[in-house]
């Protein structure tokens, strides 16, 4: 069973600080991993894709991969109260265009 | 724009009834997915197919089918809708140029079944 574990949360951090989220994963053949942001009452969003061992980053927002410890990040610098939402990992199968997700981390922004 | 829709976007429907809900997109993408959403599980893959005529089993498959007869649609039906298929749906594709494996989301369908 491929599964994608991550801290349901509620992770509080106030405003201008950074928000550092986790998600490990049970497939050591996945390959590709990603990181949706849901509003509440909205459908997941994607915030990256991360292919590669390292950091990637997006203007706030970096990714990190670390295959050998099948562990995934995602930081959000100077969090705003637009980012509260909540947050999922998903990673693919080896040689398979299905996504496992993880249940989500939500996270607030104290202005 | 290339988007993903979902229609309706809110049902009610009875025990027992066949329901049926729609997915179109435009972005010609081969794969399209249909997930649950439900509080304490997340997302959980209900039907996928990887084109016209495939269709297959996910990891919520019971009492649910999908039909591919071409490349933007891939409705769901519930044959005999039951309170416990009370969810909100989403349908996602994937298969652009480059990124074969992102997923993009339509706006989901929330379903009451009484």
């Known amino acids: 069973q491929k599964e994608v574990e991550q801290n349901s949360g509620p992770l509080s951090v106030p405003e201008g600080a950074i928000a550092s989220l986790n998600c490990t994963y049970s497939?050591?053949?996945?390959?590709?991993f990603f990181w949706y942001r849901q509003y509440s009452g909205k459908s997941p969003e994607l915030i990256m894709s991360?292919?590669?061992?390292g950091d990637k980053e997006d203007g706030r927002f970096t990714a990190q991969l670390n295959k050998a410890s099948q562990y995934v990040s995602l930081l959000i610098r100077d969090s705003q109260p637009s980012d509260s939402a909540t947050y999922l990992c998903?990673?693919?199968?080896?040689?398979?265009?299905?996504?496992?997700f993880g249940k989500g981390t939500k996270l607030s922004v104290i202005p | 724009d290339a988007e993903i829709t979902q229609s309706p976007r809110h049902k009610i429907t009875e025990t027992g009834r066949q329901v049926t809900l729609a997915c179109h997109q435009t972005?010609?993408?081969?794969?399209m997915f249909w997930y649950r959403q439900d509080l304490g599980h997340g997302l959980r893959l209900i039907h996928y197919?990887?084109?016209?005529?495939?269709?297959n089993k996910g990891e919520v498959s019971d009492g649910y089918s999908v039909s591919r007869s071409n490349t933007e649609d891939l409705p769901l039906t519930l044959e005999s809708a039951a309170s416990s298929q009370t969810s909100v749906y989403f349908c996602?594709?994937?298969?652009?140029?480059?990124?074969?494996?992102?997923?993009?989301f339509g706006p989901g369908t929330r379903l009451t079944v009484l």
């Open positions: 998903a990673a693919s199968g080896a040689g398979s265009y299905q996504l496992t």
């Open positions: 996602a594709s994937s298969g652009g140029q480059g990124n074969t494996d992102t997923q993009y």
């Open positions: 972005w010609n993408h081969n794969n």
């Open positions: 991360i292919y590669s061992n």
């Open positions: 497939d050591r053949g996945s390959q590709s």
């Open positions: 197919s990887y084109g016209v005529q495939d269709t």
